[in-house]
Nanobody, 125 residues
Framework: QVQLVESGGGVVLAGGSLRLSCAAS????????MGWFRQAPGKEREFVAA????????YYVDSVKGRFTISRDNAKNTLYLQMNSLKPEDSAVYYC??????????????????WGQGTQVTVSS
């Protein structure tokens, strides 16, 4: 069991930056693959980025490649998402999620067992 709490969301101008954090409880954080998803009003939840349990393998949706960076600090039980060059279309509620380690389906929300409550990101033009 792991509990996840996101923070760091807010309102930012287009072109600006935000860093999201996801604090995890429990001693097994380092054994989970972690992901970030987002959901805008009226749209389905969308995969954003994922990182393997070691932190070495990372994956991104094409729309954020080169702008967002996912990372984790297993010593601090914390997941991060550094978001640069933000665009209005990045506006959404951002969720962190955890799943058992697997090389498959990192982009599939259904494969993640634990979810945070979400943090709102609003990018104004």
């Amino acid at each position: 069991q792991v509990q996840l709490v996101e923070s760091g969301g807010g309102v930012v101008l287009a072109g600006g930056s935000l860093r999201l954090s996801c604090a995890a409880s429990g001693r097994t954080f380092s054994s989970y693959d972690m992901g970030w998803f987002r959901q805008a009003p009226g749209k389905e939840r969308e995969f954003v980025a994922a990182v393997g349990w070691t932190g070495s393998a990372t994956y991104y949706v094409d729309s954020v490649k080169g702008r967002f960076t996912i990372s984790r600090d297993n010593a601090k039980n914390t997941l991060y998402l550094q978001m640069n060059s933000l665009k209005p279309e990045d506006s959404a509620v951002y969720y962190c999620a955890a799943r058992g380690s697997s090389p498959y389906g990192y982009y599939n929300a259904a494969r993640y067992r634990f979810w945070g409550q979400g943090t709102q990101v609003t990018v104004s033009s």
